[in-house]
């Protein structure tokens, strides 16, 4: 059984797996800069980053009210506060999906799309390391070997025909196995062996964001979607969507 990366808002990941096609490849990873052209401002990029955190730390399962009041609420607001224009549509896009979550409702890909505008700005208004990375033929491509410890600002553009997501994982510290040794193992050993540090998506066409706080130690990305789209399919691992990669 393939491990499984849950968050409470963001989209369940389930699996994905490799037909064959297509290549990795490696591109250097740019540098984290404090300021850029189109810069948010440092209040705003840190409201950003409160927002991954807040989603990708929820309880399994459904966002119970404490975990929404407690913890995505604060974030939000810090969102608003930091006065960066760009964000406040989101930023209350995301209000309406806490709402409706509160209200019982199932909110989850409209909280996905919401962090994903937040994140897009950042992407380039943060000065935070960028990662660009493509979905093609089951391959994740352009992805770098190294990358350099601190904030790092993925995106994922899908030029395939079906849905693909990049769920970043961190090995444990000492973990000398490979990613796809450790997809392996059954999902409750799996777990205890990795972290689960961000995931984005993107439909055909179309480009996810986000943003991570990267620490030393070995990392590898994978696409958990179903072979073909739909809700459910069996994972195909280790052939599916895996990539390694350092951080230094």
């Known amino acids: ?26 591109s250097a990873a740019g540098e984290s800069t404090t300021t850029t052209e189109a810069g948010l401002g ?13 989603l990708t730390n929820g309880p399994d399962g459904p966002p119970t009210p404490e975990y929404l009041d407690g913890e995505v609420q604060p974030a939000i607001d810090a969102v608003v506060a930091s006065g960066a224009e760009s964000l406040q549509g989101p930023a209350a896009d995301l209000q309406a999906a806490v709402d409706a979550a509160l209200a019982g409702e199932d909110s989850e890909e409209a909280a996905f799309g919401a962090y994903s505008a937040m994140a897009a700005e950042a992407h380039t208004g943060c000065g935070f390391a960028t990662v660009d990375v493509s979905a093609v033929n089951y ?27 990049l769920v970043l994982l961190r090995k444990g510290d000492g973990e000398t196995r490979t990613a796809e040794e450790l997809l392996a193992l059954p999902q409750d050993e799996a777990e205890t062996l990795v972290s689960f540090v961000g995931v984005t998506f993107a439909g055909p066409g179309e480009t ?6 990267l620490e030393t130690g070995a990392y590898f990305t994978v ?8 809700d459910q399919g069996p994972p195909d691992l280790p052939g599916g ?8």
Do not use: W
């Open 1 to 26: 059984t393939a491990v499984a990366g849950g968050t409470a808002l963001l989209l369940v990941v389930v699996a994905c797996s490799d037909d064959g096609g297509g290549d990795e490849a490696s």
């Open 42 to 54: 440092a209040d705003a990029c840190e409201a950003v980053l409160g927002v991954g955190t807040a």
């Open 139 to 165: 391959a994740f491509v352009d992805l770098p070997a190294t990358l350099p410890a601190g904030t790092a600002s993925f995106s994922l553009t899908n030029e395939a025909e079906e849905d693909h997501e």
């Open 208 to 213: 996810g964001y986000v943003a991570a706080e």
């Open 223 to 230: 696409c958990f979607l179903p072979v073909g789209g739909g």
């Open 241 to 248: 969507v895996v990539a390694e990669f350092e951080v230094t």
